[in-house]
C-alpha cells in the first residue's frame, strides 16, 4: 500500500469499545453488530463470539480481550472498517480494561434502561474519559416493561455530565436501533491520527499464547506501520523479535500484508514467553526505533497471594508444569516453591485479586485434573522491624515474632458502592465490621446513593461482594482502587491442632479483634475437622500466648460397625463414600484436616 492509499483507509477506520455493567447486554450487543454488519453470518454465528474461553462462557464474564474487525457500509454510501475491542468486566482486570480503552477513539456505553448506572459503569466510563474518548450512550432493553429509558437519560446526564440528548434507545435482544449505532459510530467517533510513515509505535493491549505460533500479541498501530520480515522492538523489556505474521480478527484469524495506522489486530514473532509482551507496553521498529513509547504502561503486580498444595503429594511436578502453562498464557500470575510444614511441597501464587485465583486453582483442577488444598489468600504486608529493616510479607506464617516487629503496614482500598436508599444501613453496618472508614455518601437520584469508604484490602478479598449482594438483595454494586499502605494493629494468630502449630492455618488479624477471633476458629475448626481415633485439642496462640481452646472429641466406634450383617457390597459402598469424602483432606502431623479448614479464617462472618 502506498502513502495516500493508507490515508485513505485511516480516515474510514472507527476504533471503539463497548463498557457496560455485567449483564447489561454487552455481548448480546457486540454479536448484533456483528450479524449486522455480516461478520459473521447468523447461521455460523455462535451465541456471544467474543467471550472465547469455555469458563468465560459458564461464569458469563470477560476474562480476556480480544478485538475484531467489521466493515459496514454507511448510509452516505461509503466503506468503513470498524474495530470492536473487548473489554473485561471485573475490577481484578481494571488495567487491561484501561489499556484496550487506550486503543480506541470511542466508547459506546450500554446501560440497561430498567437498571440505570452501576459503580462498575461508572469506574470504566471514568477510565475512558482519562482516555479522551467519544462516548456514546445506548440505553439497552427498552422491550424491558421495566425500562424507563427517560429516567436513565437523565442519570447518565446527572451522573456522569454527559450529554445524553442523542442516546440510542435500543433492544440488543429484539434487534432494535443496531443500525442508527453503527451510523452514529460512523458520525461521532473520530477516525485515528497518526503518521503512518513515522517510527512505528504499536500498543500492546492483550496478547496469548498458541501452541504453533508461539505469542500472538493484540496490538493497535498508532504510528508508523508493521510488517512480516520487520525487526520489532517491545519498549519496555528492550526484547528484540523478527515479525512473522500480520493479521486481524474477522473474528477468525485473517492475515494482511501490514497493518498500519488505526490498526488493530495481531502480530507474531516466535515470541516464546508472554512474559515478553507486557500489556501496555509499546512495540516499536528496531532499525528506526520511536524516541519514546506510549504514555500509560504500568507493571502488573499480584495483589493476593496463597499457597496451592497437591492433596496427592506426588503430584507436585504435575502442578508445577501446570503452572508453567498457565503462566505462558498470563503474565500476571506468579509464583515461587514454597513448603508447609503442614502440607508438604507446593506453591506460592500471586493473583490480580479473588477471581484471577478462583479462574486459576478451576483450570488446575479441570484442565490438568489435580486436587489442591489452597490456603487462605493474604494481601502484602509492610513490616518494619525493630531494628529498621523493612520485609514484604505475602504468608502470615512469615510473619517475624511480635518483639522483632515495631509496626505492620496493609494495603488499603477505596471502594465505592451504589445502593438504592433502603440499603444504606446495612451496606454501612458490613463496612465498619470490615474496620472501614467511611469518605462520603453521594445521591445519585431520590432513590440511589454512591457510598465511599476506605477499606483494608485483607477485609475484602474474600468474600465481601457476596455478603454486600446478600445484605442488599443483590442490588449493590462494587468497585475499588488500591490507594496505598497505612499502618494497622496486626498480629499473626497461629493454630495447634494436638499440640503441634499448623503453619497454613496461621492468620493476621487486627488486635482488637484478636480474641473474638480466636474463639471463633477453634469453634468452627472443631465443627469442620471430622472425628479422629483420638481426642484432638484445637489451640489459638499469639505468640507464646494461647488465646482460645477447644477440643474435639475421638470417635471410639468403627464405622463399619453400622453394617449389621455381612452384606460385603453394602461395606465396599460405605468404605468408598468415606474415601470420596477424603478426597479433599490432607493428613496433618496426626490429623487429618479438610480443605475447609484452610479457608476458615476467611468465612468467619457467615456464622
Ligand atoms: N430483554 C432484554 N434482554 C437483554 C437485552 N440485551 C441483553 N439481554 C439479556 O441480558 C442478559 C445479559 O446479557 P449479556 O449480553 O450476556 O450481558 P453482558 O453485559 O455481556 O454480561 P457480561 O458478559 O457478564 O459482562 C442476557 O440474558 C441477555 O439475553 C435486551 O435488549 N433486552
Known sequence: ?????????????????????????????????????????????????LDSMDLERERGITIKLNAVQLSYTAKNGEEYTFHLIDTP????????????????????????AAQGIEAQTLANVYLALDNDLEILPVINKIDLPAADPDKVKQEIE??????????????????????????????????????????LKALIFDSHYDQYKGVIVNIRIVEGTVKPGDKIRMMATGKEFEVIETGVFTPNISMRDELSVGDVGFLSAAIKNVG????????????????????????????????????????????????EKLELNDSALEYEAETSQALGFGYRCGFLGLLHMEIIQERIEREFKIDLITTAPSVIYNVVTTDGKELKVDNPSMMPDAQKIDHVEEPYVKASIMVPNEY?????????????????????????VNIIYELPLAEIVYDFFDQLKSGT?????????????????????????????????SFIVH????????????????????????????QAAIGQKIVARSTIKSIGKNVLAKCYG???????????KQKEGKKRMKQVGSVEVPQEAFMAVLKMDED
Not at 490515508?7 to 474510514?12: I, V
Not at 507486557?278 to 507493571?299: F, H, M, Q, W
Not at 471430622?530 to 481426642?535: A, I, T, V
Open 511 to 538: 488486635r482488637d479483634f484478636s480474641y473474638e477471633r480466636g474463639k471463633a476458629i477453634v469453634e468452627k475448626l472443631k465443627n469442620l475437622i471430622p472425628r479422629q481415633q483420638f481426642e484432638v485439642p484445637v
Open 158 to 199: 446527572d451522573v456522569i455530565g454527559l450529554d445524553a440528548s442523542e442516546a440510542v434507545h435500543a433492544s440488543a435482544k429484539a434487534g432494535i436501533g443496531i443500525e442508527e449505532i453503527l451510523e452514529q459510530i460512523v458520525e461521532k467517533v473520530p477516525a485515528p491520527t497518526g503518521d503512518p510513515e513515522a517510527p
Open 566 to 576: 455381612g452384606d460385603i457390597s453394602r461395606k465396599r459402598k460405605l468404605l468408598e
Open 1 to 49: 500500500m502506498n502513502h495516500d492509499e493508507r490515508l485513505a483507509r485511516q480516515k474510514n477506520i472507527r476504533n471503539f469499545s463497548i463498557i457496560a455493567h455485567i449483564d447489561h447486554g454487552k455481548s448480546t450487543l457486540a454479536d448484533r453488530l456483528l450479524e449486522k454488519t455480516e461478520t459473521v453470518s447468523s447461521r455460523e454465528m455462535k451465541s456471544q463470539t
Open 89 to 112: 468486566g471485573h475490577v481484578d482486570f481494571t488495567y487491561e480494561v484501561s489499556r484496550s480503552l487506550a486503543a480506541c477513539e470511542g466508547a459506546l456505553l450500554v446501560v440497561d
Open 424 to 448: 444504606v444501613g446495612s451496606v454501612m453496618e458490613l463496612c465498619q465490621q470490615k474496620r472501614g472508614n467511611f469518605k462520603t455518601m453521594d445521591y445519585l437520584d431520590a432513590s440511589r
Open 276 to 323: 515478553d509482551t507486557r500489556v501496555g507496553d509499546t512495540i516499536t521498529n528496531a532499525k528506526n526505533p520511536a524516541s519514546e513509547p506510549l504514555p500509560g504502561y504500568r507493571r502488573l503486580n499480584p495483589m493476593v497471594f496463597c499457597g496451592l498444595y497437591p492433596i496427592d503429594s506426588s503430584k507436585y511436578v504435575d502442578l508445577r508444569e501446570a503452572l
Open 473 to 505: 438483595k443483590g442490588y449493590a454494586s462494587f468497585d475499588y482502587e488500591l490507594i496505598g499502605y497505612k499502618t494497622s494493629k496486626l498480629v499473626k494468630m497461629d493454630i495447634l491442632l494436638n499440640g503441634e502449630q499448623v503453619d497454613a492455618l
